[in-house]
């Protein structure tokens, strides 16, 4: 009771004082100390607000950049999907609007993603695989051009005998001779094709076109293999030949067709 007193009697007290003027010298002295504190934790907890405002926009500037970034490779990469589409779709139609029975062959489009060289051998490699329906002794072509057949059919890639290879071979005749000129064409070093094996008897001449006779039983007749750029051999021989201009430069090629 005499404790509680006393508490009440202390309050009065500084409740009279801080009424009375006497305080007020006190007051000012202590306001001027404590003023350019307070503006300063003032003026620092505002400047550590604006720069925690300014990281967390950062942060999030960058993470909209981030998908920004996502998004913008996504479209490039369908844009690249799209372009190689309009591509294989622009060669498909081409493809098929090459010769009277095209359409009636079913066509496999691959792209070419190797070659080998090694002894005079003449081999590229192809995207397309007996997963695809690519079967070994099919026919590779560019528009009309027979460009080589296909030797070793993996699941998901194959490799292309060409026509300069030493191991190719197919049954041809000459389309512009007046007695259809035939013979065997044959791959030579690698870099070049002959056609061989043409009784004497029968017309070449430089610049006629050489195709496919269909009578190996490996192409269909009609397929381009060159066009004859000299004469080989002597009338004292039993036949004759001649060397052909490639039909194609398989170098420049990117996509191939496959006839299954």
């Given amino acids: 009771m005499v404790m509680f007193l006393r508490l009440v009697f ?9 009424q009375t003027p006497l305080i007020n010298p006190v007051r000012e002295v202590s306001a001027k100390i404590t003023n350019p504190l307070q503006y300063g934790v003032y003026k620092f907890s505002q400047n550590l607000r604006e720069e925690l405002d300014f990281i967390s926009n950062l942060r999030r500037l960058r993470a909209e950049n981030l998908n920004l970034s996502g998004e913008v490779l996504e479209l490039e990469s369908q844009l690249s999907v799209h372009k190689e589409l309009k591509q294989e779709n622009r060669l498909l139609r081409e493809q098929l609007g090459v ?9 496999i489009l691959a792209q070419i993603i190797g070659r080998t060289a090694r002894g005079g051998e003449a081999v590229v490699i192809i995207n397309r695989g007996s997963g695809a329906g690519v079967r070994e002794g099919a026919a590779v072509v560019f528009k009309n051009f027979l460009l080589g057949e296909v030797f070793l059919a993996e699941l998901e890639r194959a490799k292309v005998r060409l026509l300069t290879d030493p191991h190719f071979s197919a049954a041809a005749l000459d389309q512009d001779s007046p007695d259809r000129a035939r013979g065997l064409v044959s791959g030579q070093y690698g870099t070049t094709i002959v056609l061989q094996k043409v009784l004497p008897t029968e017309s070449l001449v430089v610049g006629d076109t050489i195709i496919t006779s269909g009578e190996d039983g490996k192409f269909n007749k009609g397929l381009i293999l060159g066009t004859v750029k000299r004469i080989l051999g002597q009338e004292a021989e039993v036949f004759k030949g001649a060397e052909l201009d490639l039909p194609v430069d398989i170098g420049d090629l990117e996509e191939v067709f496959v006839i299954r």
């Fill in 99 to 107: 010769g009277e029975d095209s359409t009636s062959q079913e066509l």
């Fill in 10 to 18: 202390l309050s009065l007290i500084l409740i009279v004082v801080g």
